[in-house]
């Protein structure tokens, strides 16, 4: 029998929309996740929205395909990496 493909995984790291930073949802401070996926949402071309859109959906599919097997402590990390994003890209919750 074949291995189960992670499709999850890999639009993670061949999103169509944009180039992810290595690594960068396994880092430990939301602000530091928030501003590497301004980053790639603001430098790349591909994307088919708002770079705010784009870097928020990035975030929101991770949470919902990963989720349930991150650690508590991470998926907290991530849910206000969601805070963190809306504040860097000037957007009130």
Do not use: C
Not at 37 to 65: D, E, G, Q, V, W
Not at 72 to 91: C, M, N, P, S, T
Request: a positive charge; charged letters at 35%; aromatic letters at 6%.
């Amino acid at each position: 029998m074949a291995p189960k493909k992670k499709w999850s995984k890999n639009v993670t790291e061949h999103s169509n929309a944009m180039d992810l930073d290595k690594d960068v949802f396994t880092l430990h401070d939301p602000m530091e996740i928030a501003k590497s996926l301004k980053r790639s949402s603001n430098k790349s071309h591909r994307r088919k929205t708002t770079p705010f859109r784009a870097a928020m959906s990035m975030l929101n599919f991770y949470i919902n395909r990963a989720g349930k097997n991150l650690p508590e402590k991470q998926l907290e990390v991530l849910e206000e990496a969601k805070d963190k994003l809306r504040e860097v890209f000037g957007h009130k919750k």
